[in-house]
């Protein structure tokens, strides 16, 4: 007969660990996330929310996760429609998933136009207009984090609500064919090279490998753009690599890109474990001694995203 005392705990901690996970193929994407975009067909887009309502005013959305230092969410943006510019008072970052996405930043009636591929990232700096749009041949499926638990709504700059023209809008304010500058990671123009710290392509990125036997490539923070309240790396983690269980004082959250992970929580001496596939997520809170392994068959990669803009302090260790 099992002595309850050892059943009970860990039953408490796997029903608690459950409530920190988002399955991509349990959720829902929503078209009508983002009020401003009603009424514009060019505008369509979904978003499906994890941690937060981001840009969203859909706070009380009950499969969603409570954000603490940022939000995660989702949006899938079809083939020729577009988001009008628009700031913000904190940073956000898109990482492209699937498709080709055309990101411009606004400089008065000027704006650099950026295109990002699978695995590459902007982070939209504080205040700086931005707008994005998909000139692709396949939908546009990214990956958005905003650097507060509740951001305010965006400040449009040109959006067709205001009565502004829709072509108009959807070069983001830019009135000629003069007015456009394909991004340049290279130039001297200043808002080219500003430009060009905020935006990360996984071509160029250099794993960092760690004696815990896995890569890191930051994104925000470190050597990636600069970070104002989490940072994000992409983590390599290779088939049957695992670390032994660490803690923080923030939240951590793991995004599986590729392949499948198992995570643990830990809590005296007991341990309970899922597995997450692709498009799979898990909040982990601050102080939860957790960890992370890879049982499948192929290499996995997922984001980690800190609830902190400081350096890293985890040393982490091989199991
Ligand atoms: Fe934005």
Known sequence: MPDASQIAPSAELAHQMQGFVG??????????????SRGFPDLQRAQLRYVGAGGSPKTNDPTTLKAEHFTFSLVNQPVGKFAASHSHEIVEHFMILQGVLTVGWVWGDEVIEAKLGPKDMVLNSLGRPHGFRNDGIEPVLMQITVGSGTPLAPVHVCHPAQGKDIELSRTFGAASADKIHP?????????????AKHVMRYRDM????????????????GTGAPPQNYRMDLIHLPRGKEIQPYAR???DVYFVIDGAITVG????????EKRLGARDLIFNPAGRAHYF???????????????????????????
């Open 265 to 272: 929580w830990e809590e005296n001496g007991q341990t309970v």
């Open 206 to 221: 250099t794993p960092e490998w760690n004696d815990a036997g896995f890569a890191i490539m930051n994104y925000v923070g």
């Open 293 to 319: 392994r890879n049982d499948g068959a192929t290499d996995a990669q997922f984001t980690m995203v800190v609830g902190t803009p400081k350096a890293e302090t985890v040393a982490f260790k091989a199991a």
């Open 249 to 251: 004082d923030v939240e």
């Open 23 to 36: 399955r991509y193929t349990e959720k829902s994407f929503d078209w009508d996330a983002f009020p401003g």
């Open 183 to 195: 991004f340049r990671a290279d130039s001297s123009d200043h808002r080219h090279a500003h430009m």
